[in-house]
């Protein structure tokens, strides 16, 4: 594969010193390594080794990788690797992709919080899942699922959600047949997005009252319990979006789908058009737009792009936050499911 033209490396290369010191006292040593990191990766400063040939003693330098978790060009065998331990783990039938997304509002405050408020969506989304999936009224099984954080949006926004790989099945709640969901249809979304909703403003009023959310700038008055609440208060009226999409193309389908949100950083090398003092023009997708209409492009200040759109910046998520969860169904004890937490830091 060949090298893209431009990369973030370049734009970090750049532009980096001078975004650095503009904003000495705000960059912490953390977000500084990781912008080091990607700016010296397949460099002479992280050494090498050459390659010759015996027969033609062409020689070839190869500089050492970064492996820094937030570089775009040090994702790509971490999510093979991914994908080909996980194609073992699906079932031979048909799956459906769940998004669960939170209003702005609550995206606000978990740009503030965001160990605390990632993880109440992970367990608020997977909690409607398995609620709903075993009523009986609905499926009346017990599912497995895989549950994937995503922060950003194409257009380098912070947009908190959970992505969601479901079989169309599960274990009877006996333990002792399959119940397959009907065709091309697992759940209603307005009940899933109900339950959601409270789930998700019960446990954030429960983590307000334990004091383990924090509240700076334009929501520092969030700090008292009734503001709080007045703030919550709206989001309890309106209709959270959460959909359901029909099966995928078969089970390596649904793997590589999720495979680019396991390992993914901000934006990816290959979607950089140009970086000149106009600043960084890039290619994102609208999901507000159908069609062909959905493909198209912005140009931000170098300055804007840095903060918005790399891991290392604002975008950056805590140093160890719950990045995927799996619930799988144990083949060794039909009348108990097995639950694994796999726990990375994610880009």
Known sequence: MSRPALEVADIFRGHGPAW????????????LKVMSAIESCRTAALGGHILRCEDCSHTLIAYNSCRNRHCPKCQGAAA??????REAELLPVPY?????TVPAEIAAIAYQNKAVIYDILFKASAETMLTITTDPKHLGARIGLTSVLHTWGSALVHHPH???IVPGGGLSLDGKSWVSCRPRYLLPVKVLSRLFRRLVLTKLLAAHEA?????????????DRKAFTAYLAPMRRIEWCVYSKPPFGGPKAVLAYLSRYTHRVAISNRRLIAFDEKGVTFKYKDYRAAGRARYKVMTLATGEFIRRGHASCSMRLPRKPRRMMQKALSPTNRRRS???????AAA
């Open 20 to 31: 650095r010191q503009a904003n000495a006292g705000h960059v912490s040593l953390e977000q």
């Open 338 to 344: 097995r639950t694994h937490v796999r726990v990375a």
């Open 162 to 164: 959970i992505h969601m």
């Open 96 to 100: 459906f992709h769940v998004v669960f």
């Open 80 to 85: 093979k690797e991914w994908l080909a331990e």
């Open 211 to 223: 004091g383990r959310l924090n509240f700076f700038s334009d929501h520092a008055a969030l700090t």
